[in-house]
Antibody
Framework: EVQLVESGGGLVQPGGSLRLSCAAS????????MDWVRQAPGKGLEWVGR??????????DYAASVKGRFIISRDDSKNSLYLQMNSLKTEDTAVYYC??????????????WGQGAPVTVSS | QSVLTQPPSVSGTPGQRVTISCSGS????????VSWYQHLPGTAPKLLIY???QRPSGVPDRFSGSKSGTSASLAISGLLSEDEVDYYC???????????FGGGTKLAVL
């Protein structure tokens, strides 16, 4: 059974940092591109960024709203995905989901999601 | 302001068929495939449609997707009360170099 479990969410002050983790199981993690998607309170889904697999040199892409502040990384030996969030702003308050990209080639299709990690940025 | 445009809400009665539209541009829907998600806030989103019109295993055939030009649609037939959640379209955008979502559509089953 495919499972994605996020951890590391919590309360942080503006300007602070936080690192989210996503533990994957039930599939060959190293084969898949992995993404982070967030949902702010009362808002819609917003894509945060992606890390590709080893075959694509672990390249990353980020949404303009987080580029230069957030870093996505992965450790295939630990079946884990990470989101390092720096210089956090109040508008980064959201539930953060890790998601597995489907292998069909459809770039916007995520077939498995975690349960979400809440992040609150407030003083 | 989302890159993909969806109606904020649609409604239907049990058993009815409804459609949700998703309008994009030549840098996203016009050249890339569309996905659709069902989402109850606070839970994990569920993939309903990928590659414009493909259903993952386990998704009922009451859900269908289509795409024409720079627009896409999700159709839900035989409406059930459990369908009363939020729906999002998504596509890769070549200009932004990332995934873009629609603003979401809340479905009301009256």
């Amino acid at each position: 059974e495919v499972q994605l479990v996020e951890s590391g969410g919590g309360l942080v002050q503006p300007g602070g940092s936080l690192r989210l983790s996503c533990a994957a199981s039930g599939f060959t993690f190293s084969d898949h591109y992995m993404d982070w998607v967030r949902q702010a309170p009362g808002k819609g889904l917003e894509w945060v960024g992606r890390i590709r697999n080893k075959a694509k040199s672990y390249t990353t892409d980020y949404a303009a709203s987080v580029k230069g502040r957030f870093i996505i990384s992965r450790d295939d030996s630990k079946n884990s995905l990470y989101l390092q969030m720096n210089s956090l702003k109040t508008e980064d308050t959201a539930v953060y989901y890790c998601a597995r990209r489907i292998r069909s080639g459809s770039s916007s299709s995520f077939d498995y999601w975690g349960q979400g990690a809440p992040v609150t940025v407030s003083s | 302001q989302s890159v993909l445009t969806q109606p904020p809400s649609v409604s239907g009665t049990p058993g009815q068929r409804v459609t949700i539209s998703c309008s994009g541009s030549s840098s996203n829907i016009g050249i890339k495939t569309v996905s659709w998600y069902q989402h109850l806030p606070g839970t994990a989103p569920k993939l309903l449609i990928y590659s414009n019109d493909q259903r993952p295993s386990g998704v009922p055939d009451r859900f269908s997707g289509s795409k024409s030009g720079t627009s896409a649609s999700l159709a839900i037939s035989g409406l059930l009360s459990e369908d009363e959640v939020d729906y999002y379209c998504a596509a890769w955008d070549d200009s932004l170099n990332g995934v873009v979502f629609g603003g979401g559509t809340k479905l009301a089953v009256l």
